[in-house]
Each structure stands twice: as structure tokens, then as C-alpha cells.
């Protein structure tokens, strides 16, 4: 019978997962390991690691756990970053309330269920002509082609960027560079390409403010714009750092939904047929997707104040990572958790997924994300009545906390 883990022995786990090419390719076979052998765990790099559904949900959901503050000490990386080299900026994303409570309500009325149903005839219209690109190629690298400028073309018809900035692969690539400061991997080379990348994207957003300032428009930029210049709810930099933010997770997260929910119909045929005849599981599908392949797979929490934690007291202060996606397989909450199923979801009483993280920082696109996956698999499927793997089986990037696809080539036919 193996041995149970030790925490250094799972610390060694955690770490190639992260940083290892190999093993960053199937993160199930770590979760498998750590469900049955140590679900939490004090690491030697400063944090509690939960592997559990139960234990991440709490750890995500409580009020007392929240971002790190200027008083709290960071646990070390598991890249080759310096702690210090990651910069503490007025992104909601790193916020605790009332300052989070306040930026995240300014844009919030932008991403309810009712606003993004408002928005489907919009995100169809955007949709169409890259199927109608589809078409004419039948062979082509679904991530550049469809999985990456859908969203961005969405959250740029949403912010108020223009549709050729958004076009630019440059720009896109600049985007991603960013989300190196909140990779648990990212290198030391990762996090000064992002610091240069954070001059030019703030540059730019810059620049726009200007323009929407002088000409505005109904895009929510120029409603934020109004906010700021109310100067009681919104400062200049906040503007600005929190625009990138809801850019870059408008639609990096969701290109990841796109190609790792359709890799894993691709590697899953009966499911793809089963979707394919039964289109009234496609919300549940897209659930599915999120759990059995998280687009973002580690999120990190501070205790706020002295807090019970698995049967302990631990100080404010105190740091935990959530593995979200070996959460999504935990076996005491789902069945066959390395099976996929489309049909999952829509039995009734099963647990939503951590994917989109929960409490205050729920994921405020979490609505959009899946309505634009809804409706590009929908309109996908009734375009293609065949979807093939063209090549090679994908490879995921280098990125520990958002795991997308490097590309993947299909084949289509109508």
C-alpha cells in the first residue's frame, strides 16, 4: 500500500505541476495524489496549499479571507520571481473591501444576467463573420483564429476600444504579458516583460481616456470616465489599472474556456455527439467545461484577522492557495471527476464549480463568459457538422494559475 504524502513530498508535486512542462500537461494526475493522500497541507514556501473542494469554497467565500495587504508578508514564489519584483496597484483585483466594495460596484451594472442577455444579439453580430472565416479555411488553429479574437472582440465592443486595437495581435500579446503578475510560475523574464508590457497597455488606456473624455460615447469606458471625473468614487489611476484589468480578464479567461472546452469535446466524441444531438445541454456543457478543465486553476487568500482554519487558529496575515482546479475533481464532490460529461450539470443539487472563484471576488464576468460560450459552441456546431483534431494533440502555455491552450489545429466541415 503507498504511503500517505508528506507535506515536502507534495510541495515537490505542486511544484513540477507549476513549473514543469510535462507535468503541467495533465494537473489530474497531481489531483488524483493529493485527494487521496494530503487534500491540505502547510508548504515550506509560506502558505497552506487546499486541494479539497470544501476547504478552497470556504477559504474563497469568507469574509475574513481576502488580498494581501501592505502589512502581510508574501510566501515565496515558484517561478524564479523575486517577491518584490510584483508590485501592489489599485486593481479590484487585489483589493479588500470597502476600496474593492466601491471600484467593483462602478462596473458591475455592466456584467449582470440581464445586461449580457441584452448584449446577445451584439456578440452574435461579432461571432458570425469569423465562422464565415471558419468556412473558407476548413483546416486552421482554432485558438488564433476564433478561441482569442471572439472575446476580445467582445470586451472591446463592451469597453469601448476600438476594433482594430483589438485586432492587433501586439496588443493582444501585450495583454497576456500581464497576466504574468499573477502567474505562481512566472520567471523572472516573465515578470519584466509584463512590467514593460504594463507601460505600454497603461500608455494606451491612457491615451483613450483622453479621447473618450473629449468624445464620448455609450461603451462603459466613458461611463467610468464620468465616475472619475465626479472625484468621489473613482481616482484617474484606478480608471486606468482597473480598464486593463477588465480587458484582459474579459477575455483571456474566456479563450481559455473556448479551447480547453473544446479539447476536451474533441478528446470526448460521445460527448461531442451527445451535445451535438441534445442542444438543450449546452449551459450545462459549458459548466462542465469550466469544472473539468478550469481556465484558472490557483487562487490566493490572507486571513484579514484570526481565523479558524482547519482545526487551528492562524494570525492575520496567514496565506492560503486555493488549487480551484483540483477542487473541480474532488471525488467527494463529483462523480468520476475525470470523466467529462456535458450532462453533468444538469442533474440537480450538483455543486457549481470554483472556476470562476467565489465571494467578493467572484468572477464579476462570470455571466458573459458563459453566455460567450454558449453561443460560440451553439452557432459552432450548427455551422460544422464535423469538428475534427488536425496534427498534433495540443500543448498548454506556461502559465500556472490560467492554463489555455498553446493552439489547436481542427478540421471542419460544414
Known amino acids: ?42 508548504s515550506a ?54 476600496d474593492h466594495t466601491r471600484v467593483r460596484s462602478l462596473v458591475a451594472r455592466a456584467f449582470t444576467p440581464r445586461m449580457v442577455e441584452r448584449l446577445r444579439p451584439q456578440i452574435e453580430a461579432i461571432l458570425d463573420p469569423l465562422l464565415d ?11 488564433t483564429t476564433l478561441a482569442v479574437p471572439f472575446p476580445v472582440a467582445v470586451i472591446s465592443a463592451l469597453l469601448g476600444v476600438p476594433p482594430e486595437k483589438g485586432a492587433d495581435p501586439s496588443f493582444v500579446q501585450q495583454i497576456r504579458h500581464l497576466t504574468s503578475f499573477i502567474d505562481s510560475g512566472a520567471s523572472a523574464e516573465d515578470i519584466a ?29 466613458s461611463a467610468l470616465i464620468e465616475v472619475e471625473e465626479a472625484g468621489d468614487r473613482l481616482s484617474h489611476e484606478e480608471l486606468i489599472i482597473n480598464s486593463i484589468l477588465m480587458y484582459a480578464a474579459g477575455f483571456e479567461t474566456t479563450s481559455n474556456l473556448i479551447g480547453n472546452g473544446m479539447w476536451a469535446l474533441l ?13 438543450s445541454l449546452m449551459p450545462a456543457a459549458i459548466w462542465e467545461m469550466l469544472r473539468f478543465d478550469s481556465p484558472v486553476q490557483i487562487n490566493m487568500r490572507f486571513s484579514l484577522e484570526p481565523v479558524e482554519f482547519l482545526g487551528r ?33 444538469a442533474a440537480e443539487g450538483v455543486p457549481q464549480p470554483l472556476s470562476f472563484g467565489w465571494g467578493a471576488h467572484h468572477c464579476l464576468g462570470a455571466h458573459l463568459a458563459r453566455a460567450e460560450g454558449e453561443i460560440l459552441f451553439t452557432r459552432l456546431l450548427d455551422r460544422f457538422g464535423s469538428i475534427e483534431l488536425a496534427g498534433e494533440p495540443p500543448r498548454y502555455r506556461a502559465h500556472a494559475t490560467l492554463r489555455g491552450l498553446e493552439s489547436l489545429h481542427v478540421r471542419l466541415a460544414e
Not at 478528446?267 to 442542444?279: G, M
Open 1 to 42: 500500500m503507498t504511503s500517505a504524502l508528506t507535506p515536502t513530498e507534495a510541495d515537490a508535486l505542486l511544484s513540477a505541476m507549476i513549473t514543469d512542462p510535462e507535468a503541467r500537461q495533465d494537473p489530474p494526475a497531481t489531483f488524483r495524489r493529493l485527494h487521496a493522500e494530503l487534500p491540505a497541507w502547510d
Open 45 to 98: 514556501l509560506g502558505m497552506t496549499v487546499l486541494a479539497g473542494y470544501h476547504d478552497g469554497l470556504e477559504t474563497l467565500r469568507s469574509p475574513k479571507w481576502g488580498r494581501a495587504e501592505d502589512d502581510m508578508d508574501l510566501p515565496e514564489s515558484f517561478g524564479t520571481a523575486e517577491r518584490g519584483d510584483r508590485e501592489r496597484i489599485p486593481s479590484m483585483l487585489l483589493m479588500n473591501p470597502p
Open 133 to 143: 472565416c471558419l468556412a473558407t479555411e476548413r483546416e486552421c488553429d482554432l485558438m
Open 193 to 221: 516583460a509584463a512590467q514593460l508590457a504594463a507601460v505600454e497597455v497603461a500608455g494606451y488606456f491612457t491615451e483613450l481616456v483622453e479621447v473618450k473624455r473629449a468624445d464620448p460615447d455609450d461603451a462603459m469606458l
Open 267 to 279: 478528446r470526448n466524441p460521445d460527448q461531442l455527439e451527445l451535445l451535438c444531438s441534445d442542444r
Open 313 to 345: 487558529t492562524v494570525e492575520r496575515g496567514h496565506s492560503a492557495m486555493v488549487l480551484q482546479g483540483a477542487g473541480n475533481h474532488d471525488p467527494a464532490v463529483y462523480d468520476d471527476p475525470d470523466r467529462f460529461d456535458v450532462g453533468r450539470f
